[in-house]
């Protein structure tokens, strides 16, 4: 769960969201050296009072500031890459659940069994009790097995909607008319909202 004033991702609970953490890391890594490095040869160049025009036109300098941007867009492309296809990966299920989006609420289904399914209403403002969480609380949760592999058909009855849990790293349209496929699995037991 996030907390008010964090500066992070909440912790990750599944291995998609730890990949997702990791490849976050090594961009942003990427990103303040190569904003560092620019920040120096722009004070550089404000700075000194000395100009090379042999070095401005070198066909070398120009060969390497060409290749560079390159090389670096290839080693953020492939772990993002490697990463899309992770998630897109579905490894025999053990259980479904069917998801659907209505204008005030979530109705889950769980397929493998016969008549299971509920409707999920958030709790009113003024219902809460202390401790719970405005907009988030709901008065049937979806409880889900961890360790194993789900799978979660999402659509709505009605008009867009978005399912997401930020912890688990997913995010999915709920689209009319379209069936949309998710796949999660928890590391970790938890109440994780989304």
């Known amino acids: 769960m996030a907390y008010p004033m964090q500066l992070g991702f909440q912790d990750a609970t599944s291995p998609i969201m730890e990949e997702l953490l990791h490849f976050h890391d090594h961009t942003l890594m990427i990103v303040f050296l190569i904003s560092s490095l620019v920040l120096y040869i722009i004070s550089l160049m404000l ?45 025999n299920p053990s259980l479904t659940v069917k998801t659907m989006g209505h204008q005030w609420y979530w109705s889950y ?17 003024s219902e809460l009790k202390p401790g719970e969480l405005r907009l988030l609380e ?49 590391t970790r037991p938890g109440l994780f909202y989304g």
């Not at 289904?109 to 403002?125: G, H, R």
């Not at 997401?164 to 496929?181: E, F």
Request: proline share 5%; glycine share 2%.
């Open 47 to 91: 700075t000194t009072k000395l100009t090379h025009t042999s070095t401005m036109d070198a066909q070398e300098v120009e060969t390497i500031w060409t290749i560079l941007p390159a090389i670096i867009l290839i080693m953020i492309a492939l772990p993002s890459l490697r990463i899309l296809y992770m998630m897109d990966e579905i490894n």
């Open 109 to 125: 289904e769980y397929t493998d069994y016969e008549d299971l399914s509920f409707d999920s209403y958030m709790i009113p403002t």
């Open 138 to 186: 709901v008065d049937n949760r979806a409880v889900l097995p961890m360790e194993m592999t789900i799978r979660m058909l999402i659509s709505s009855e009605d008009v867009l909607h978005s399912w997401a849990v930020p912890s688990l790293g997913l995010k999915t349209d709920a689209i009319p008319g379209r069936l949309n496929q998710t796949t999660l699995m928890s």
